[in-house]
C-alpha cells in the first residue's frame, strides 16, 4: 500500500492519470494471491522436492518485485522532493521518511529474495526450520520485525490536538 501511495504521489505530480494504478494494484495482489494458494495446493498434493523448489523461488521473484517497487517510487519521490525549493516546509522531513522507508524496506526485501534463493538450492539452508526455533527467530527478526518497527516508527504520527471554537464542557448538574 506505501509504494501505491508513492507510486499515486508521483503520478499525480507528473501529471499522469492515476484511475488505474488503484484497480491496478488490486488485480496483481489477486492474481499474485491466488498463484501462491496455487503453489500451496499443487505442494501438499505433490510435496517433492522440485515443487519446494518452485514455492521458494515464487517467494523469492514475489520479494525482488516487491524491492524494485519500494527503489523504482520511492527514488522516483526522493527525487522529486530532492527537486523541491529547499524552504518548502516539510520538505527535509518527507525526504529523510521517504529515503529511509525505501531503503529499509528494499534492503529487507533483497534479504528475503536472496535468502529464499539460497534456500532453494541448500538443503542446509532451510528458513521453515522446527529443529532451530532461534534460528528463525533470528531470520524473521532481522528481515521482518525490526525494520517493520523501523518503518512505523519513522512514519509514526501523533495527531494534534483539534480545538473546538463553540465547544463547551457539559455541566454535571
Same mark, same amino acid.
Given at each position: 500500500?506505501l509504494?501505491?501511495?508513492w507510486?499515486e504521489?508521483s503520478?499525480?505530480?507528473?501529471?499522469?492519470?492515476t484511475d488505474?494504478?488503484?484497480?491496478g494494484?488490486y488485480i496483481?495482489?489477486?492474481v499474485?494471491?491466488?498463484?501462491?494458494?496455487?503453489?500451496?495446493?499443487?505442494?501438499w498434493l505433490?510435496?517433492?522436492p522440485?515443487?519446494?523448489v518452485l514455492?521458494?523461488l515464487f517467494?523469492?521473484?514475489l520479494?525482488?518485485?516487491a524491492? =524494485?517497487g519500494?527503489?523504482?517510487?520511492?527514488?522516483?519521490?526522493?527525487?522529486? &522532493?530532492? +527537486?523541491? @525549493?529547499?524552504?518548502? *516546509?516539510?520538505?527535509?522531513?518527507?525526504?529523510s521518511e521517504?529515503g529511509?522507508v525505501a531503503?529499509i524496506?528494499?534492503c529487507?526485501f533483497?534479504a528475503r529474495?536472496?535468502?529464499m534463493c539460497?534456500?532453494?538450492?541448500?538443503k542446509?539452508?532451510?528458513?521453515?526450520?522446527?529443529?532451530?526455533?532461534?534460528?528463525?527467530?533470528?531470520y524473521?527478526? =532481522?528481515?521482518?520485525i525490526?525494520?517493520?518497527?523501523?518503518?512505523?516508527y519513522? &512514519?509514526? +504520527?501523533? @495527531?494534534?490536538?483539534l *480545538?473546538?471554537?463553540h465547544?463547551?464542557?457539559?455541566?454535571?448538574g
Amino acid at each position: 500500500m506505501l509504494a501505491l501511495f508513492w507510486a499515486e504521489i508521483s503520478y499525480q505530480a507528473r501529471g499522469l492519470d492515476t484511475d488505474g494504478l488503484r484497480s491496478g494494484f488490486y488485480i496483481i495482489n489477486g492474481v499474485v494471491y491466488a498463484m501462491q494458494v496455487l503453489v500451496w495446493v499443487l505442494l501438499w498434493l505433490n510435496p517433492n522436492p522440485s515443487m519446494l523448489v518452485l514455492s521458494k523461488l515464487f517467494i523469492a521473484g514475489l520479494s525482488f518485485s516487491a524491492a =524494485l517497487g519500494f527503489l523504482l517510487y520511492g527514488g522516483r519521490l526522493f527525487l522529486m &522532493l530532492k +527537486r523541491f @525549493p529547499i524552504e518548502s *516546509k516539510g520538505r527535509q522531513q518527507k525526504l529523510s521518511e521517504v529515503g529511509r522507508v525505501a531503503t529499509i524496506c528494499s534492503c529487507c526485501f533483497l534479504a528475503r529474495c536472496v535468502m529464499m534463493c539460497f534456500a532453494a538450492f541448500n538443503k542446509d539452508a532451510d528458513l521453515d526450520v522446527l529443529d532451530h526455533p532461534i534460528l528463525n527467530f533470528i531470520y524473521y527478526l =532481522l528481515v521482518e520485525i525490526v525494520p517493520s518497527a523501523l518503518v512505523l516508527y519513522i &512514519l509514526r +504520527r501523533i @495527531p494534534s490536538k483539534l *480545538k473546538l471554537a463553540h465547544y463547551h464542557p457539559l455541566s454535571s448538574g
